[in-house]
């Protein structure tokens, strides 16, 4: 008997290249580059400081390192300005997510 990947009717194959996203991202607010790149340095500081530091992963050393790369704002308030124009704006989450 042949199995079939088929999917529920309410469900959509996932493909970021298409921008089809699983249903719980609908919601979901996307992030600055420059943001991502302040939670991950917070991150890396943290267990710097921690009694017991904890080997970072490849991919969050590789994610961080690409964020510090490309991260065009270096302040919190600079990244407020920018995302409160973004908002005025309605630019897309696409367009946010790709913005430094």
Not at 72 to 99: C, F, M, P, W
């Amino acid at each position: 008997m042949a199995t079939s990947n088929a999917l529920p009717n309410d469900q959509v194959e996932e493909d970021a290249g298409e921008l089809k996203f699983p249903k719980e991202f609908e919601n979901a607010e996307t992030l600055l580059v420059s943001e991502v790149h302040m939670l991950l340095d917070h991150r890396k500081k943290q267990n710097e400081e921690a009694d017991e530091e904890q080997e970072l992963s490849k991919v969050f050393t590789k994610t961080l390192s690409y964020a510090q790369r490309f991260s065009k704002y270096k302040n919190k308030e600079t990244i407020s300005a920018v995302r409160e124009l973004l908002r005025q704006k309605k630019s897309s989450q696409v367009r946010v997510g790709s913005i430094g």
